[in-house]
Protein backbone atom coordinates (compact mmCIF):
# COMPACT_ATOMS: atom_id res chain seq x y z
CA UNK A 1 0.00 0.00 0.00
CA UNK A 2 2.48 2.68 -1.27
CA UNK A 3 -0.12 5.38 -1.30
CA UNK A 4 -1.21 4.59 2.66
CA UNK A 5 3.00 5.20 2.98
CA UNK A 6 3.53 8.34 1.54
CA UNK A 7 0.51 9.68 3.27
CA UNK A 8 1.92 8.42 6.38
CA UNK A 9 5.29 10.46 4.95
CA UNK A 10 3.40 13.45 4.63
CA UNK A 11 1.64 13.69 7.79
CA UNK A 12 5.04 12.82 9.70
CA UNK A 13 6.35 15.96 8.04
CA UNK A 14 3.78 18.01 8.95
CA UNK A 15 3.65 16.51 12.49
CA UNK A 16 7.72 17.03 12.99
CA UNK A 17 7.78 20.88 11.28
CA UNK A 18 4.25 21.82 13.53
CA UNK A 19 0.93 23.31 12.87
CA UNK A 20 1.08 26.49 10.29
CA UNK A 21 -1.29 27.64 11.47
CA UNK A 22 -3.97 27.81 14.00
CA UNK A 23 -6.54 25.87 12.48
CA UNK A 24 -4.32 22.92 11.61
CA UNK A 25 -4.81 19.88 13.91
CA UNK A 26 -2.32 19.25 17.07
CA UNK A 27 0.68 16.47 17.17
CA UNK A 28 -1.33 14.45 18.76
CA UNK A 29 -3.78 14.51 16.37
CA UNK A 30 -1.69 13.37 13.73
CA UNK A 31 0.75 11.23 14.90
CA UNK A 32 -2.48 8.93 15.35
CA UNK A 33 -3.32 9.34 12.19
CA UNK A 34 0.08 8.22 11.37
CA UNK A 35 -0.36 5.47 13.09
CA UNK A 36 -3.68 4.96 12.04
CA UNK A 37 -2.57 4.48 8.40
CA UNK A 38 0.34 1.98 9.30
CA UNK A 39 -2.26 -0.04 10.66
CA UNK A 40 -4.50 -0.11 8.03
CA UNK A 41 -1.22 -0.60 5.53
CA UNK A 42 -0.55 -3.30 7.29
CA UNK A 43 -3.85 -5.01 7.29
CA UNK A 44 -4.33 -4.71 3.74
CA UNK A 45 -0.76 -5.86 2.71
CA UNK A 46 -2.15 -9.52 4.04
CA UNK A 47 -5.40 -9.56 1.77
CA UNK A 48 -5.20 -9.95 -1.72
CA UNK A 49 -5.32 -6.71 -4.52
CA UNK A 50 -7.96 -8.66 -6.19
CA UNK A 51 -9.93 -9.26 -3.26
CA UNK A 52 -9.86 -5.69 -2.27
CA UNK A 53 -10.89 -3.86 -5.39
CA UNK A 54 -13.84 -6.83 -5.98
CA UNK A 55 -15.04 -5.09 -2.15
CA UNK A 56 -14.66 -1.72 -3.51
CA UNK A 57 -11.78 -1.03 -0.68
CA UNK A 58 -10.04 0.97 -2.75
CA UNK A 59 -13.13 3.66 -2.97
CA UNK A 60 -13.76 3.30 0.56
CA UNK A 61 -10.23 4.01 1.30
CA UNK A 62 -10.32 7.31 -0.60
CA UNK A 63 -13.58 8.46 0.50
CA UNK A 64 -12.96 7.75 4.12
CA UNK A 65 -9.44 9.65 3.79
CA UNK A 66 -11.54 12.47 2.59
CA UNK A 67 -14.16 12.44 5.37
CA UNK A 68 -11.10 12.16 8.02
CA UNK A 69 -9.34 14.67 6.44
CA UNK A 70 -12.78 17.16 6.87
CA UNK A 71 -13.06 16.28 10.19
CA UNK A 72 -10.20 16.54 11.34
CA UNK A 73 -9.96 20.42 9.52
CA UNK A 74 -13.15 21.63 11.12
CA UNK A 75 -12.80 20.58 14.32
CA UNK A 76 -9.23 22.24 14.40
CA UNK A 77 -11.31 25.85 13.35
CA UNK A 78 -9.90 26.13 10.17
CA UNK A 79 -8.88 24.54 6.90
CA UNK A 80 -5.24 25.32 5.96
CA UNK A 81 -3.57 25.01 2.48
CA UNK A 82 -1.78 21.78 3.61
CA UNK A 83 -6.08 19.79 4.12
CA UNK A 84 -6.81 21.19 0.33
CA UNK A 85 -3.30 20.37 -0.50
CA UNK A 86 -4.14 16.72 0.73
CA UNK A 87 -7.91 16.69 -1.05
CA UNK A 88 -6.00 17.17 -4.41
CA UNK A 89 -3.90 13.94 -3.38
CA UNK A 90 -6.61 12.00 -3.13
CA UNK A 91 -7.88 13.09 -6.64
CA UNK A 92 -4.81 12.31 -8.26
CA UNK A 93 -5.15 8.68 -5.63
CA UNK A 94 -8.21 8.01 -7.31
CA UNK A 95 -7.66 9.45 -11.24
CA UNK A 96 -4.51 6.56 -11.39
CA UNK A 97 -5.21 3.59 -9.54
CA UNK A 98 -9.57 3.27 -9.03
CA UNK A 99 -11.95 2.52 -11.76
CA UNK A 100 -12.81 5.45 -13.73
CA UNK A 101 -16.64 5.05 -12.16
CA UNK A 102 -14.94 4.70 -8.17
CA UNK A 103 -12.93 7.45 -9.46
CA UNK A 104 -15.55 10.27 -10.57
CA UNK A 105 -17.19 9.19 -6.88
CA UNK A 106 -13.97 10.12 -5.41
CA UNK A 107 -13.09 13.28 -7.08
CA UNK A 108 -17.07 14.85 -6.15
CA UNK A 109 -16.80 13.59 -2.95
CA UNK A 110 -13.80 15.59 -2.55
CA UNK A 111 -15.09 18.66 -4.39
CA UNK A 112 -17.77 18.35 -1.89
CA UNK A 113 -15.57 17.78 1.29
CA UNK A 114 -13.80 20.89 -0.22
CA UNK A 115 -17.13 22.95 -0.19
CA UNK A 116 -17.86 21.44 3.18
CA UNK A 117 -14.63 22.90 4.68
CA UNK A 118 -14.43 26.01 2.75
CA UNK A 119 -17.63 27.28 3.88
CA UNK A 120 -17.47 26.46 7.62
CA UNK A 121 -14.32 27.77 7.56
CA UNK A 122 -14.37 31.34 5.39
CA UNK A 123 -15.53 34.72 6.90
CA UNK A 124 -18.43 35.23 4.21
CA UNK A 125 -20.43 33.00 2.19
CA UNK A 126 -19.16 34.45 -1.22
CA UNK A 127 -15.37 34.50 -0.27
CA UNK A 128 -16.38 30.49 0.45
CA UNK A 129 -17.96 30.20 -3.21
CA UNK A 130 -15.51 31.89 -4.80
CA UNK A 131 -12.54 29.85 -3.34
CA UNK A 132 -14.27 26.63 -3.60
CA UNK A 133 -15.18 27.62 -7.23
CA UNK A 134 -11.32 27.90 -7.67
CA UNK A 135 -10.35 25.10 -5.97
CA UNK A 136 -13.25 22.72 -7.15
CA UNK A 137 -12.54 23.43 -10.77
CA UNK A 138 -8.88 22.37 -10.42
CA UNK A 139 -9.79 18.96 -8.63
CA UNK A 140 -12.08 18.15 -11.64
CA UNK A 141 -9.50 19.07 -13.85
CA UNK A 142 -7.16 16.61 -12.39
CA UNK A 143 -9.13 14.11 -11.94
CA UNK A 144 -10.70 14.19 -15.38
CA UNK A 145 -7.54 14.25 -17.29
CA UNK A 146 -6.35 11.18 -15.18
CA UNK A 147 -9.54 9.40 -16.02
CA UNK A 148 -9.71 9.78 -19.15
CA UNK A 149 -5.70 9.18 -19.55
CA UNK A 150 -5.61 6.07 -17.44
CA UNK A 151 -9.32 4.52 -19.47
CA UNK A 152 -7.15 5.66 -22.41
CA UNK A 153 -4.34 2.97 -21.15
CA UNK A 154 -7.14 0.46 -19.63
CA UNK A 155 -8.38 0.07 -23.46
CA UNK A 156 -4.97 -0.36 -24.73
CA UNK A 157 -3.89 -3.13 -22.75
CA UNK A 158 -7.26 -4.83 -23.29
CA UNK A 159 -6.19 -4.69 -26.85
CA UNK A 160 -2.65 -5.59 -26.50
CA UNK A 161 -4.20 -8.64 -24.48
CA UNK A 162 -6.76 -9.46 -27.35
CA UNK A 163 -3.96 -9.38 -29.70
CA UNK A 164 -1.81 -11.84 -27.18
CA UNK A 165 -4.38 -13.87 -26.93
CA UNK A 166 -6.65 -14.45 -30.01
CA UNK A 167 -5.56 -15.21 -33.38
CA UNK A 168 -6.28 -12.35 -35.62
CA UNK A 169 -7.06 -14.79 -38.53
CA UNK A 170 -9.46 -17.83 -36.73
CA UNK A 171 -10.43 -16.40 -33.53
CA UNK A 172 -9.08 -18.90 -31.72
CA UNK A 173 -6.35 -18.49 -29.04
CA UNK A 174 -2.91 -18.62 -29.01
CA UNK A 175 -0.42 -20.96 -28.10
CA UNK A 176 0.65 -19.56 -25.14
CA UNK A 177 -3.43 -19.94 -23.66
CA UNK A 178 -3.27 -23.28 -24.87
CA UNK A 179 0.04 -23.44 -22.60
CA UNK A 180 -1.43 -22.04 -19.25
CA UNK A 181 -4.80 -23.83 -20.07
CA UNK A 182 -2.48 -27.38 -20.22
CA UNK A 183 -0.32 -26.11 -17.79
CA UNK A 184 -3.26 -26.00 -15.03
CA UNK A 185 -4.74 -29.52 -16.06
CA UNK A 186 -1.63 -31.23 -15.61
CA UNK A 187 -0.81 -29.88 -12.30
CA UNK A 188 -4.20 -29.40 -10.56
CA UNK A 189 -5.65 -32.46 -12.38
CA UNK A 190 -9.41 -32.62 -14.31
CA UNK A 191 -11.26 -35.11 -12.02
CA UNK A 192 -10.50 -39.40 -12.34
CA UNK A 193 -11.57 -39.02 -16.25
CA UNK A 194 -8.27 -37.57 -17.27
CA UNK A 195 -7.03 -34.42 -19.89
CA UNK A 196 -7.15 -34.96 -23.36
CA UNK A 197 -5.21 -33.05 -25.99
CA UNK A 198 -5.82 -33.02 -29.46
CA UNK A 199 -3.52 -32.20 -32.48
CA UNK A 200 -4.66 -31.61 -36.12
CA UNK A 201 -3.65 -30.15 -39.31
CA UNK A 202 -5.03 -29.84 -42.54
CA UNK A 203 -4.31 -32.12 -45.40
CA UNK A 204 -2.26 -31.40 -48.46
CA UNK A 205 -2.83 -27.71 -47.34
CA UNK A 206 0.37 -26.73 -49.29
CA UNK A 207 -1.23 -27.45 -52.50
CA UNK A 208 -4.52 -25.50 -51.88
CA UNK A 209 -2.51 -22.59 -51.30
CA UNK A 210 -0.21 -23.28 -54.72
CA UNK A 211 -3.51 -24.43 -56.77
CA UNK A 212 -5.60 -21.52 -55.73
CA UNK A 213 -3.75 -18.88 -53.85
CA UNK A 214 -2.92 -17.95 -50.22
CA UNK A 215 -6.50 -16.52 -49.59
CA UNK A 216 -8.17 -20.02 -49.90
CA UNK A 217 -5.80 -21.23 -48.03
CA UNK A 218 -6.59 -18.74 -45.14
CA UNK A 219 -10.19 -19.37 -45.93
CA UNK A 220 -9.75 -22.89 -45.16
CA UNK A 221 -8.46 -22.24 -41.61
CA UNK A 222 -10.95 -19.96 -41.25
CA UNK A 223 -13.51 -22.65 -42.27
CA UNK A 224 -12.03 -25.40 -40.04
CA UNK A 225 -11.71 -23.28 -36.90
CA UNK A 226 -15.66 -22.62 -37.46
CA UNK A 227 -16.25 -26.06 -37.49
CA UNK A 228 -13.74 -26.99 -34.54
CA UNK A 229 -15.85 -24.17 -32.37
CA UNK A 230 -18.75 -25.65 -33.47
CA UNK A 231 -18.46 -28.81 -32.33
CA UNK A 232 -16.69 -28.10 -28.91
CA UNK A 233 -17.92 -26.32 -25.78
CA UNK A 234 -15.57 -23.59 -24.23
CA UNK A 235 -16.54 -25.09 -20.85
CA UNK A 236 -14.62 -28.19 -21.20
CA UNK A 237 -12.50 -27.15 -24.23
CA UNK A 238 -9.26 -25.21 -25.25
CA UNK A 239 -8.99 -24.36 -29.10
CA UNK A 240 -6.03 -23.06 -30.09
CA UNK A 241 -4.35 -22.24 -33.54
CA UNK A 242 -0.98 -23.80 -33.00
CA UNK A 243 0.75 -22.20 -36.25
CA UNK A 244 0.29 -22.78 -39.53
CA UNK A 245 -2.22 -25.16 -40.44
CA UNK A 246 -2.00 -26.80 -36.98
CA UNK A 247 -4.73 -26.84 -34.39
CA UNK A 248 -4.93 -27.94 -31.27
CA UNK A 249 -8.19 -28.71 -28.99
CA UNK A 250 -7.33 -29.37 -25.22
CA UNK A 251 -10.58 -31.41 -23.73
CA UNK A 252 -10.43 -31.39 -19.94
CA UNK A 253 -12.38 -34.09 -17.65
CA UNK A 254 -12.24 -36.26 -20.49
CA UNK A 255 -11.60 -39.98 -20.72
CA UNK A 256 -9.32 -41.14 -23.00
CA UNK A 257 -12.27 -43.23 -25.18
CA UNK A 258 -14.05 -39.98 -25.33
CA UNK A 259 -11.69 -37.99 -26.48
CA UNK A 260 -10.88 -40.72 -29.61
CA UNK A 261 -15.02 -40.49 -30.33
CA UNK A 262 -14.91 -36.16 -30.35
CA UNK A 263 -11.68 -36.85 -32.33
CA UNK A 264 -13.33 -38.87 -34.97
CA UNK A 265 -16.33 -36.93 -34.97
CA UNK A 266 -14.27 -33.77 -36.00
CA UNK A 267 -13.06 -35.94 -38.49
CA UNK A 268 -16.54 -36.27 -39.92
CA UNK A 269 -17.37 -33.08 -39.57
CA UNK A 270 -14.68 -31.36 -41.63
CA UNK A 271 -15.34 -34.00 -44.18
CA UNK A 272 -19.30 -33.35 -44.23
CA UNK A 273 -18.43 -29.65 -44.76
CA UNK A 274 -16.87 -28.95 -47.92
CA UNK A 275 -15.07 -25.37 -48.23
CA UNK A 276 -16.41 -23.00 -50.87
CA UNK A 277 -13.97 -21.62 -53.14
CA UNK A 278 -13.77 -18.01 -54.87
CA UNK A 279 -14.72 -19.12 -57.62
CA UNK A 280 -17.65 -20.82 -56.10
CA UNK A 281 -16.56 -24.44 -56.32
CA UNK A 282 -16.71 -26.98 -53.21
CA UNK A 283 -13.50 -28.16 -52.17
CA UNK A 284 -13.64 -31.23 -49.92
CA UNK A 285 -10.75 -30.40 -47.00
CA UNK A 286 -9.03 -33.76 -45.24
CA UNK A 287 -7.77 -33.51 -41.80
CA UNK A 288 -5.24 -35.87 -39.56
CA UNK A 289 -5.48 -36.14 -35.94
CA UNK A 290 -3.11 -37.38 -32.87
CA UNK A 291 -4.86 -38.01 -30.13
CA UNK A 292 -2.85 -37.97 -26.11
CA UNK A 293 -4.08 -38.60 -23.03
CA UNK A 294 -3.21 -38.51 -19.44
CA UNK A 295 -4.70 -39.90 -16.22
CA UNK A 296 -6.08 -36.96 -13.58
CA UNK A 297 -2.70 -34.62 -13.03
CA UNK A 298 -0.04 -37.32 -14.10
CA UNK A 299 2.01 -36.06 -17.39
CA UNK A 300 4.51 -33.22 -18.15
CA UNK A 301 3.82 -30.62 -20.56
CA UNK A 302 6.62 -30.82 -23.58
CA UNK A 303 5.95 -34.51 -23.29
CA UNK A 304 2.59 -34.46 -23.59
CA UNK A 305 2.45 -32.11 -26.62
CA UNK A 306 5.55 -34.95 -28.05
CA UNK A 307 2.95 -37.64 -28.07
CA UNK A 308 0.05 -35.90 -29.79
CA UNK A 309 2.92 -34.28 -32.07
CA UNK A 310 3.93 -38.29 -32.56
CA UNK A 311 -0.09 -39.39 -33.11
CA UNK A 312 -0.61 -36.75 -35.65
CA UNK A 313 2.48 -37.94 -37.59
CA UNK A 314 1.47 -41.64 -37.14
CA UNK A 315 -2.19 -40.18 -38.65
CA UNK A 316 -0.29 -38.84 -41.81
CA UNK A 317 2.16 -41.87 -42.44
CA UNK A 318 -0.54 -43.85 -42.41
CA UNK A 319 -2.24 -42.35 -45.28
CA UNK A 320 -4.09 -39.21 -43.59
CA UNK A 321 -7.89 -38.17 -43.22
CA UNK A 322 -7.59 -40.53 -39.73
CA UNK A 323 -7.12 -40.36 -35.88
CA UNK A 324 -4.24 -41.77 -34.35
CA UNK A 325 -3.79 -42.25 -30.72
CA UNK A 326 -0.65 -42.03 -28.59
CA UNK A 327 0.48 -45.04 -26.97
CA UNK A 328 -0.32 -44.50 -23.26
Known amino acids: MLVLLIC ?6 VGLLGPASAGDAGPRVIWSCVVGLLLVASVLELIP ?6 AGAFLLLAVGGVTVLAVLAIQGGG ?4 AQAFLAFVVLYAGFHLR ?16 VMLFEDAGTARAAFSE ?4 GAMLCVIGGLLIRSTSRQERLVVALKQQADVDALTGLVTRR ?3 EALTRALSWGTGTEGTALLLMDVDEFKSINDAHGHLAGDDALVHLSTIIKRQTRSTDAVVSRMGGDEVAVLLRRCSRETAVRRAQQLLDAVRGEPLTLPDGSLYGLSISLGVAHVERSAGDLRAFYAAADDALYAAKRGGRGRVEVAVA
Do not use: H, K, N, Q
Open 8 to 13: AGMLSL
Open 49 to 54: PELLDR
Open 79 to 82: TSTR
Open 100 to 115: PTAAVIATAYSVVAGA
Open 132 to 135: WVFF
Open 177 to 179: VLD
